[in-house]
Nanobody
C-alpha cells in the first residue's frame, strides 16, 4: 500500500516561512505528478502547486505564485513546498497527492490517485 506522509506544518506569524515535506513509501507505483492542495475550514479544497515528476515542470495557483516553491527529490520520492511570505489566508490543512497517469491536468485534484492525511498550517496576523 502506498503511503504519503506530510510533515513540516505548524504555527507561524504572517510574513514567516515554512517548508512542507511529503514522503511517498510502500509498494512500487508510478508517478506522473505530485501536488499540494489545501483546505481551510468550511471551504472547498483548492490547488496550490504541482510538479511533473519526469520534466520538473511546475504549476502554481495565482494566490501563491512568487511566494511558494514546489520541488522534488526523485531518489527519496519526496516532494517539498517552500512557503515564504505567509499570510493569514494561507491557513489550512495542506495535503500532498500523487497523480499516477497523465490523463488530466495536474492542477485538478480529481485526477489524483493517492492522498496524504495532511498537515496543519496556521498563520497568525
Amino acid at each position: 500500500q502506498v503511503q504519503l506522509v506530510e510533515s513540516g506544518g505548524g504555527l507561524v506569524q504572517a510574513g514567516g516561512s515554512l517548508r512542507l515535506s511529503c514522503a511517498a513509501s510502500g509498494r512500487t507505483f508510478s508517478v506522473y505528478a505530485m501536488g499540494w492542495f489545501r483546505q481551510a475550514p468550511e471551504k472547498e479544497r483548492e490547488f496550490v502547486a504541482s510538479i511533473i515528476w519526469s520534466s520538473g515542470s511546475t504549476y502554481y495557483a495565482d494566490s501563491v505564485k512568487g511566494r511558494f516553491t514546489i520541488s522534488r527529490d526523485n531518489a527519496k520520492n519526496t516532494v517539498y513546498l517552500q512557503m515564504n511570505s505567509l499570510k493569514p489566508e494561507d491557513t489550512a490543512v495542506y495535503h500532498c497527492a500523487v497523480q499516477e497517469t497523465p490523463w488530466g491536468e495536474s492542477t485538478n485534484g480529481r485526477w489524483y490517485d493517492r492522498w496524504g492525511r495532511g498537515t496543519q498550517v496556521t498563520v497568525s496576523s
